[in-house]
């Protein structure tokens, strides 16, 4: 079974930056491609950034170029370093595989971007 434990949320003022962190458990971690989500409030949750195994990343429009993904295999983790940020990102974050496992799902972590 795998557990996804996201951190590293909180209040930032337009134009800071976090990082958020996902540390994973279970043998499927390391072969995986993971991602980070987000849902804001009132909308469905969308994929953010994805990094397959090898390393390959991908990101949404709406974030290229202000979020690195990347990730850790030896710790299981993956990281989420976001900069730039606007009140359009505030949302809570979640990780999962891609495509994501319903299964999986973790308590994810609050990001809230406001002055």
């Known amino acids: 079974q795998v557990r996804l434990v996201e951190s590293g949320g909180g209040l930032v003022q337009p134009g800071g930056s976090l990082r958020l962190s996902c540390v994973g458990s279970?043998?499927?971690?390391?072969?995986?491609?993971m991602g980070w989500y987000r849902q804001a409030p009132g909308k469905q949750r969308e994929l953010v950034a994805t990094?397959?195994?090898?390393?390959?990343?991908n990101y949404a429009d709406s974030v290229k170029g202000r979020f690195t993904i990347s990730r850790d295999n030896a710790k299981n983790t993956v990281y989420l370093q976001m900069s730039s940020l606007n009140s359009e990102d505030t949302a809570v974050y979640y990780c999962?595989?891609?495509?994501?496992?319903?299964?999986?799902w973790g308590q994810g972590t609050q990001v809230t971007v406001s002055s």
């Open positions: 990094i397959t195994s090898f390393g390959s990343t």
């Open positions: 999962n595989l891609v495509p994501s496992r319903s299964n999986y």
């Open positions: 279970g043998s499927i971690f390391s072969y995986s491609s």
